[in-house]
T-cell receptor, first 116, second 110 residues
Framework: DAGITQSPRHKVTETGTPVTLRCHQT?????MYWYRQDPGHGLRLIHY???????DKGEVSDGYSVSRSKTEDFLLTLESATSSQTSVYFC???????????????FGPGTRLTVL | EDQVTQSPEALRLQEGESSSLNCSYT??????LFWYRQDPGKGPEFLFT???AGEEKEKERLKATLTKKESFLHITAPKPEDSATYLC???????????FGTGTRLKVLA
């Protein structure tokens, strides 16, 4: 199994509070991703990183920010949580090199976030 | 618009009843297509990567195939432990983005 951990695994918070989710990898992979998964929508990309301090937006980035100060850690922050951000959040990693077989994404166990 | 469509949404099979799941995609340039298995409360687990039309890969009771417009995940003589949601994703050339389908929920009855 790919060495990916997410913390916390579960969190309940109130509307308007800031929330930070952490993704930690031990694979030294260059690329890291944050997704949210909601019924009927599948996995949707929030933000991704293609290197330390290099990040970009995905399709559902509004209300979220990210930071990556080290290869192994990718943080997702909800500056002011809203009920629409209640979801399951997954982190993923990949390593895209000249060899095609390295394009595969590997996922963490997920964080279930509830915003009341 | 780039998109990935999986069908059926849900499938119930008797143990030993073989079937296929479909993933059709529309992207300007396919770099790779991926199949994942997801159990309730867990993250997606990687199954296969396919890169070019005509490619096939097998693992136990599962076989994945790829054409220019779609991929199939064939399940031969399934067992109850094969019950899960199966996700398909495509990786478009020139981007860092993977596009996921909404999955097929498979239930195999003993």
């Amino acid at each position: 199994d790919a060495g990916i951990t997410q913390s916390p695994r579960h969190k309940v918070t109130e509307t308007g509070t800031p929330v930070t989710l952490r993704c930690h990898q031990t694979e030294n992979h260059r690329y890291m991703y944050w997704y949210r998964q909601d019924p009927g929508h599948g996995l949707r990309l929030i933000h991704y990183s293609y290197g330390v301090k290099d990040t970009d937006k995905g399709e559902v980035s509004d209300g979220y920010s990210v930071s990556r100060s080290k290869t192994e850690d990718f943080l997702l922050t909800l500056e002011s949580a809203t009920s629409s951000q209640t979801s399951v959040y997954f982190c993923a990693i990949s390593e895209s090199l000249a060899g095609k077989e390295t394009d595969t994404q590997y996922f963490g166990p997920g964080t279930r976030l509830t915003v009341l | 618009e780039d998109q990935v469509t999986q069908s059926p949404e849900a499938l119930r099979l008797q143990e030993g009843e073989s079937s296929s799941l479909n993933c059709s995609y529309t992207v300007s340039g396919l770099r790779g297509l991926f199949w994942y298995r997801q159990d309730p409360g867990k993250g997606p687990e990687f199954l296969f990567t396919l890169y070019s039309a005509g490619e096939e890969k097998e693992k136990e009771r599962l076989k994945a195939t790829l054409t220019k417009k779609e991929s199939f995940l064939h399940i031969t003589a399934p067992k109850p432990e094969d019950s899960a949601t199966y996700l398909c994703a495509v990786y478009e050339k020139g981007t860092y983005k993977y596009i996921f389908g909404t999955g097929t929920r498979l239930k195999v009855l003993a």
